[in-house]
T-cell receptor, first 117, second 112 residues
Framework: DADVTQTPRNRITKTGKRIMLECSQT?????MYWYRQDPGLGLRLIYY???????NKGEISDGYSVSRQAQAKFSLSLESAIPNQTALYFC????????????????FGPGTRLTVL | GNSVTQMEGPVTLSEEAFLTINCTYT??????LFWYVQYPGEGLQLLLK?????DKGSNKGFEATYRKETTSFHLEKGSVQVSDSAVYFC???????????FGQGTTLQVKP
């Protein structure tokens, strides 16, 4: 079984619709992240969370919101989807301790391909 | 702010050729540096990392050395295989939040 799962894997929606992308992990990690990937731009951070009470904006949070329902679950919502939110979305986790925060590996889910028409 | 720049792709090589993918960074302090690989249809996975200057990360025949004097972390492999075809991302983590800053990715295609 995958350690970091994302649902749905693919989604097509229309402009103005509300949509939620879900992420679950069985790695027991405290930190969770949401990124979007666009061709030629790499991955950019949307939101990140250190625990259920600690949510932080990333570099491109406008138009998105998140919810950390439990240590293992971190959801990303688009309240009113627009076409330029068409992208590949990744959830990632990392441990709080270990190699040192800056050196800790992030573990990625398989991604959700979102298309907004 | 912190940033990462990778060489433009795609890079097309024949099997057993030598690979170099250039990566340079801008950061204050002492970031950790990473190479992630994304195989078709999959999420990213860590390929190698280095956490301080002059460290060499290595894995699966790939190597990269953390060069603070040139602010670089170039990825190399002596003999590529078709199975190495993927997108490669250079990234840095420069703060205690653990946030990653990614380069734009370089697509590698290896032909038999």
């Amino acid at each position: 079984d995958a350690d970091v799962t994302q649902t749905p894997r693919n989604r097509i929606t229309k402009t103005g619709k509300r949509i939620m992308l879900e992420c679950s992990q069985t790695k027991g990690h405290d930190r969770m992240y949401w990124y979007r990937q666009d061709p030629g731009l790499g991955l950019r951070l949307i939101y990140y969370s250190f625990d259920v009470k600690d949510i932080n904006k990333g570099e491109i949070s406008d138009g998105y919101s998140v919810s950390r329902q439990a240590q293992a679950k971190f959801s990303l919502s688009l309240e009113s989807a627009i076409p330029n939110q068409t992208a590949l979305y990744f959830c990632a986790t990392s441990p709080l301790r270990g190699a040192g925060v800056r050196g800790n590996e992030q573990f990625f889910g398989p991604g959700t391909r979102l298309t907004v028409l | 702010g912190n940033s990462v720049t990778q060489m433009e792709g795609p890079v097309t090589l024949s099997e057993e050729a030598f690979l170099t993918i250039n990566c340079t960074y801008t950061a204050t302090g002492y970031p950790s540096l990473f190479w992630y690989v994304q195989y078709p249809g999959e999420g990213l996975q860590l390929l190698l990392k280095a956490t301080k200057a002059d460290d060499k990360g290595s894995n699966k025949g790939f190597e990269a050395t953390y060069r603070k004097e040139t602010t670089s972390f170039h990825l190399e492999k002596g003999s590529v295989q078709v199975s190495d075809s993927a997108v490669y991302f250079c990234a840095l983590s420069g703060s205690n939040t653990g946030k990653l800053i990614f380069g734009q990715g370089t697509t590698l295609q290896v032909k038999p």
